[in-house]
């Protein structure tokens, strides 16, 4: 969609003889149906009355296309302003212009990222503007089919009208976007520069018949995205499909082949830990941009997203494309229905019923991701509901999908690959936590290496010593405060008695600590690997869960007051104490489950407890088969 479409003349004419500010707000209302904040109207005054000074060159073609604010489809990123036309060999052209009004920037040592005050009173970082001008092109190229398919050629630049050359925003670490897109800066000089760009990419007008064409566009991934996706796939054993796995991705295959808006499809894929869900959901990915439909991967936590981008990414330009097929499950608030093709929810059962930042957008999140797509792909386990937050149970989703006239499919993800295959080794744990009475309680000690230790110095040299491949890690449950995130050098946890001191993941590493090869040192949590494997994972378990008597119980009060996943719970327990007492219960077993579930050949277990640690050793004894 593009709130503004006119011609260069059609533009300076507005800009003259009406407050353009005041246009493009008029026409973002009618074409949303939502009022625009009063300092994007003044951003707008300011920024587009720069623009038609630019554009008050008798070389440029009165008739070359003028768009404002297009908005990306399947994004939430709008472009600042856009040009089309043909060069002096007559071929298309659109430059894509990302408007900037700062003054001024801090430089950082991320990549492509810069500190500067956006819209608001304190700076924070975000992407360099030639970054969002080349990224924002990068998305048009791979899935606009007006561009790909049709020679388009995309000229991002940025153009920061207010900021005076300082040796920061321009600064060499930024020179691989500055090359992709052009910045330009206040000043004369600048402003012919910028003049010049244009002028060099359109010498003929197209009565923006170009934007016309991009506006309407079909989404759907280029060949050269998909070939890429394919090829990455390809090249890694982790991606293979084995057994059932195949059963279900052929399943799914045919059912997005057949969905459409009259006749919408959801299909429920039940596996539990190791089952292969997310590699099933990959693979579907790269097979439905092959056959050119819309898809996302879409998952509630953002480690595993980041995970799959990380492999699946090649150079900077495929890894921008490629991110934008994976979302959060909050990103469907205001989607129109059935813009996807296909949506792949992975880890379903961590669907919330709120979206945003404070949990106060959309109505929820089951019904928003069925209601988005032609055909829905709930990949779920019900015992890794992990939070109070956590909606999708299974009968949940089928409720939603045939509430809304979906057809349902359920399939099922059998065969274990995690714990080096060993189904008795679940059995023996859900029993062990008290999550289910399973008739089988013993588990192959010779094929999963389960082991209890002493102490929790001892556990993590032993997982570093197993971190050969980069592919072993220590995690906790989280019953301890994040005092690092505001003081760097403090310790989150502190266990004096074994003089052992770490962090959380939580800041540096972020979404890919399971794959940093730095950050051995720290300690995860849920949030930071489920959904995701190691060969052998460490498990701190904290005082929220203690051995009593011979049996496990539970203690929500000894959860960090930093854990928001069980946020709120003691306004829930005036309400409702037995209730949410059951609730809680679960959460904590179902948390130390995924937890004791992500290693692929062995998991060490440490309790701060004495009695729980005796308690699992002598589960072990009664479970070990040599």
Not at 505 to 510: E, K
Request: glycine share 8%.
């Amino acid at each position: 969609m593009i709130i503004y479409q006119s011609t260069k003349s059609g533009f300076l004419h507005d800009t003259d003889n009406r407050d353009i500010d005041d246009v493009i707000a008029t026409a973002y209302l009618a074409r949303t149906g939502k009022y625009v904040p009063q300092a994007e109207i003044r951003s707008w005054r300011e920024s587009l009355g720069q623009m038609a000074k630019i554009l008050r060159d008798e070389e440029m073609p009165d008739d070359m296309g003028v768009g404002i604010e297009y908005g990306i489809p399947q994004t939430a990123k709008r472009i600042d302003f856009i040009l089309s036309g043909r060069d002096a060999e007559n071929r298309p052209h659109v430059i894509v212009v990302e408007l900037k009004q700062w003054s001024s920037s801090r430089l950082s040592d991320k990549d492509g990222i810069v500190i500067a005050q956006r819209g608001g009173a304190y700076e924070r970082e975000g992407p360099h503007p030639c970054y969002q001008a080349w990224s924002y092109a990068a998305l048009l190229e791979g899935f606009n089919e007006a561009i790909h398919g049709g020679g388009i050629g995309l000229r991002p630049c940025a153009y920061l009208h207010n900021y005076i050359e300082d040796g920061v925003i321009n600064h060499p670490h930024y020179a691989p976007y500055i090359d992709k897109a052009p910045l330009f800066l206040r000043g004369d000089a600048e402003r012919q520069r910028l003049r010049d760009f244009i002028n060099r990419h359109v010498r003929r007008g197209d009565n923006a018949e170009l934007l016309y064409q991009v506006e309407n566009g079909r989404i759907r991934p280029s060949k050269m995205l998909a070939d890429s996706l394919g090829s990455m796939l390809r090249g890694s054993r982790e991606f293979v499909l084995v057994d059932d796995q195949k059963v279900v991705y052929e399943t799914v295959l045919s059912l997005a082949r057949n969905a459409h808006s009259d006749a919408k499809q959801v299909a429920i894929v039940h596996g539990g830990p190791g089952t292969g869900k997310s590699v099933v959901a990959v693979n579907l990915l790269a097979e439905l941009a092959k056959i050119g439909l819309l898809a996302k991967y879409v998952s509630k936590n953002a480690a595993p997203r980041k995970v799959y981008e990380a492999k699946l990414a090649g150079d900077r330009f495929r890894k921008v494309q490629i991110s934008s097929l994976f979302s959060g499950s909050g990103a469907f608030v205001d989607t129109a229905p059935n813009t996807f093709d296909v949506l792949l929810v992975d880890e379903a059962h961590r669907l919330n019923r709120f979206s945003g930042l404070y949990g106060n957008l959309g109505e929820n999140q089951v019904k928003e991701v069925i209601e988005s797509a032609k055909c829905t792909v709930l990949f779920v386990d019900d015992d890794q509901m992990v939070t109070l937050n956590d909606i999708g149970h299974s009968t949940e989703l089928e409720r939603w999908a045939t509430r809304l006239g979906a057809q349902v499919t359920r399939l099922e993800l059998a065969s274990q690959f995690r714990c080096n295959g060993s189904d008795g080794y679940l059995a023996w744990l859900d029993r062990t936590l008290g999550i289910r009475d399973t008739a089988n309680i013993e588990f192959d000690a010779g094929t999963f290496d389960f082991r209890v230790i002493e102490s929790p110095t001892e556990l993590h040299a032993l997982i570093a010593e197993r971190n050969r491949n980069n592919k072993s890690r220590v995690v906790a449950g989280y019953c301890w405060d994040w005092k690092s995130k505001k003081d760097p050098d403090a310790y989150d946890i502190v266990l004096d008695e074994h003089d052992y001191r770490k962090q959380w993941n939580l800041d540096r590493y972020g979404s890919l600590w399971l794959i940093d090869p730095d950050s051995i040192d720290e300690v995860g949590c849920i949030h930071t690997c489920q959904g995701l494997e190691l060969d052998y994972v460490g498990v701190i378990v904290g005082p929220d869960l203690i051995a009593r008597e011979g049996r496990l119980v539970t203690s929500a009060e000894n959860r960090s007051r930093h854990d928001r996943s069980i946020r709120g719970y003691k306004k829930q327990l005036l309400s409702n104490p037995g209730k949410t007492r059951a609730r809680l219960d679960r959460i904590i077993r179902n948390t130390y489950r995924t937890l004791m579930t992500r290693g692929m050949k062995g998991c060490y277990v440490y309790c701060t407890d004495a009695e729980t640690r005796q308690y699992f050793r002598r589960a072990k004894e009664a479970g070990e088969v040599e």
